[in-house]
């Protein structure tokens, strides 16, 4: 199992599978983005296969975390934790400080990795993510300094 940087060709070919019947940003968005300066993708791989995928921006000491998603099917077994945790370790060796993200308040799995990983929650974005039904939910801010990680190693 290995932690791979993706280029906008290598996302397209492999990730297509992760990306679908699922809330959050699509894989077209998200491909757009590494056009973009600054943003940056892994994919988790073991024997050719995307486990799954995390994207975020760095810009100086400050980065940003767009979207952690792992295979339906294989989730609950460490794969997130690694992906976010192995990340984490590439970002504070390009000298950033803190990771900022915002996750759905009804997003009980990523709320509780990100918990665990350190992040903090810092603030809250009212009715900020559309719902099926026409309602709408907060977003709940976190952050996350990179010294209180490597504390965690
Ligand atoms: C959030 C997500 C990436 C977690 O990945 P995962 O591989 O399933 O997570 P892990 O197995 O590494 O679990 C790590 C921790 O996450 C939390 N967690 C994961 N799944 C959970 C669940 N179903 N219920 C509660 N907590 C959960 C737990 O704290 C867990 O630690 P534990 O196993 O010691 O209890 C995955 O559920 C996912 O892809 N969700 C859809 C996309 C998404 O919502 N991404 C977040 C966008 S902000």
Excluded at 33 to 44: D, E
Excluded at 118 to 140: C, K, M, S
């Amino acid at each position: 199992m290995t932690l791979q940087p993706l280029t906008t060709a290598q996302a397209e070919k492999t990730l297509g599978a992760l990306y679908v019947e699922e809330t959050g940003p699509t894989l077209h968005f998200l491909v757009g983005l590494l056009s973009q300066p600054h943003y940056r993708a892994w994919s988790l791989v073991a024997e050719g296969h995307a486990l799954g995928a995390i994207w975020y921006q760095c810009v100086e000491q400050q980065a940003e975390l767009l979207d952690l998603r792992v295979s339906r099917g294989l989730r609950r077994s460490g794969y997130g934790r690694t992906l976010l945790k192995e990340t984490l370790s590439v970002i504070g060796q390009d000298d950033v400080r803190t990771v900022d993200l915002e996750v759905r308040e009804s997003n009980v799995s990523a709320r509780s990795l990100y918990g665990k990983m350190g992040f903090e929650l810092t603030g809250r974005r009212q009715n900020y993510y559309p719902l099926p039904t026409g309602e709408r939910e907060d977003a709940i801010l976190m952050s996350l300094t990179l010294q209180a990680t490597e504390k965690l190693e």
